[in-house]
């Protein structure tokens, strides 16, 4: 059972999520955002409720789907924004973009647009947190694409050997960009392959915060007892293209409206209502203010200034 503080905090997150998303395709769509945005809207359960249970010392890693997961880790809208827009403002000071965005400050070690390419780095922190004996965790989010990838096998393996605190997060949203699962993955349930390794896996509805957060639960519990890790697969569907100009020819309109009806926000609110956790007034506040904060955001990123050309050789290599 999720404690109400945490269940009202998923919420808030899941449609900060949303609306933020909705915003930068919005953005995009009049030629504000220049470039092209992997949306996150439909999936906003898994970052919402396995962030939930992270603190800010705890490392996440992430995909070029990563917006959701950025602000379910603690980032602010504005700064969020900001970076996607490539203004100097933004937490990578506009360098990053959509696809690189990261937030040290809160355990986020960075989106990554290379398939897999965060996996690897998740369990790079997991070893930094074993030696040092920090009891961080470490959680790596990654799609069904990504259990594919090379990166991926031997990220786990290294894992499972070394007994590391890293939970491997699939999101499966059923395509790596236009390819259906069933046509490039040997198993219809990712989970089993964690066996393989010698560590759990489990398969949960990924539009269920409680079942998502259930099996978080223990995944976290073993790896701080120097168990291991955890492999956790979210079956879940976006609601959007691969990207803002995906034509999707490889699927139904009726598809996409089958996991509209599993909205993840909506059976929260509904669940709130039936146990009278909060009220339908409360929850539209909730609403409204998540509305408010991302036009904020927005309006804060519009009025940021562009980068000065005269920065671009800073960051670019270490300095003592």
Known sequence: MIEKERLIKIYKNMNDIRNFELKAMSFFEQNILRGSVHLYVGEEAVASTVCSQLEDTDYITSTHRGHGHCIAKGAELGKSMAELMGKA??????????????DFSKGNLGANAIVGGGIPIAVGAALASHLKGTG????????????????????????????????????????GISVPLRESTSVVDISVRAVAYGFPGYTVDGNDVFAIDEVMQQAIKRAKAGEGPTLIECKTGRWLGHWTGDPQVYRTKEEVEEWKKKCPIQRVKEYMLQNKILTELEIDELDKNSLLAVEEAAKFAL??????????MEDVFFEN
């Not at 403002?89 to 965005?101: A, E, Q, V």
């Open 136 to 175: 961080q965790v470490a959680v790596t989010f990654f799609g069904d694409g990504a259990s594919n990838e090379g990166t991926c096998h031997e990220a786990m393996n290294l894992a499972a050997v070394w007994k590391l605190p890293v939970i491997f997060v699939c999101e499966n949203n059923g395509y």
């Open 89 to 102: 403002t933004g937490y990578c000071k506009g360098r990053s973009g959509s696809m690189h965005i990261a």
């Open 303 to 312: 009025e940021s200034p562009e980068p000065d050309p005269a920065t671009v």
